[in-house]
């Protein structure tokens, strides 16, 4: 892989990573398209999901924060919940238990925390099944229609108003499957996770936040099974710089872009995404059927 064909990857990869289209995809088909393959194609995947992963957290630091406060707090409140649970059953009083989800934030954060148990199940175990897709064209083709679909069914619903107050945990759990699925590659993360967030009645605003949020996880998670897969091997300083800039370009339009998405995903129609996700869909299968 050359500079200029690792800097148009990174700066696809940038623009496509927090659309309602699939920015793995993308890579996949231009990875494809320059015959890259094997651990350089693999390695250069675990510095774009890094340079993704730095975006959505200085995009997001200030929810992080809070989360990762509401985190520490809800395992102190389950604890102190387990200790008068025993002190009930041995006393035989009926003190009160503390309230876990309290607060429209502490619920929030409940919800990404059981989303992210059957979103994490399927990451290990279709990681194999996502590798063999990977490398093709047709497969890819087929994920990106599917994302066509669920964007255009979620365009034509009516607009729900809950918070997350108002969202049932069996609900988490199906945008933590979807979320899972969503590692194949075609198929948009974001659009996915968005659409089942607003078919699961969640207003824009929440759904666009859970949708980042839940990024987080999901991207973490890839980038931990795939240098898992790395094993040894020889990185030249050359390689590594190309790597880095379109690692660099990447992150940054990322970066940028992101905050200008949380506002428009609130108000934006998705036809034009579905129309887009069909029609390279398309492309993708015919050019794997005439390759």
Not at 121 to 132: D, F, P, T
Not at 179 to 201: E, N
Request: with cysteine; charged share 15%.
């Amino acid at each position: 892989m050359d500079f200029f064909q690792a800097v148009i990857i990174g700066i696809v990869h940038g623009i496509t990573a927090f659309l309602p289209v699939s920015s793995s995809g993308h890579a996949a088909l231009i990875e494809d398209f320059f015959h890259i393959q094997g651990s350089e194609g693999l390695f250069f995947e675990v510095m774009l999901h890094l340079s993704t992963l730095v975006a959505i957290l200085l995009a997001f630091w200030k929810d992080i924060k809070k989360i990762a406060a509401e985190t520490i707090l809800i395992v102190v409140d389950m604890l102190t919940n387990i200790r008068i649970f025993a002190e009930n059953k041995r006393n035989g009083a009926d003190k009160r238990y503390q309230k876990i989800s309290g607060t429209n934030y502490r619920k929030l954060t409940l919800l990404l925390l059981v989303a992210v148990i059957p979103m994490a199940a399927l990451g290990v175990c279709s990681r194999r099944l996502v590798q063999i897709a990977f490398g093709s064209p047709m497969a890819i083709g087929i994920g990106m229609m599917i994302s066509a679909i669920l964007l255009l069914v979620v365009d034509f619903t009516a607009a729900g108003d809950k918070i997350p107050k108002d969202v049932t945990y069996d609900r988490a759990m199906w945008m933590g499957i979807c979320q899972g699925i969503a590692s194949f590659p075609g198929i948009s993360r974001t659009g996915v996770s968005l659409a089942v967030g607003l078919l699961c009645g969640l207003n824009r605003k929440v759904a666009v936040k859970f949708t980042f949020l839940m990024a987080i996880p999901a991207v973490l998670g890839a980038l931990v099974l795939e240098i898992s897969q790395l094993g040894e091997m020889a990185v030249t300083g050359t390689m590594f710089a190309y790597y880095f800039c379109a690692a660099l370009a990447a992150g940054v339009i990322g970066f940028f872009l992101i905050r200008r998405m949380t506002k428009y995903l609130q108000r934006a129609r998705f036809r034009g995404f579905a129309c887009y996700n069909f029609f390279l869909g398309i492309v993708a299968i015919v050019g794997s059927i005439l390759k």
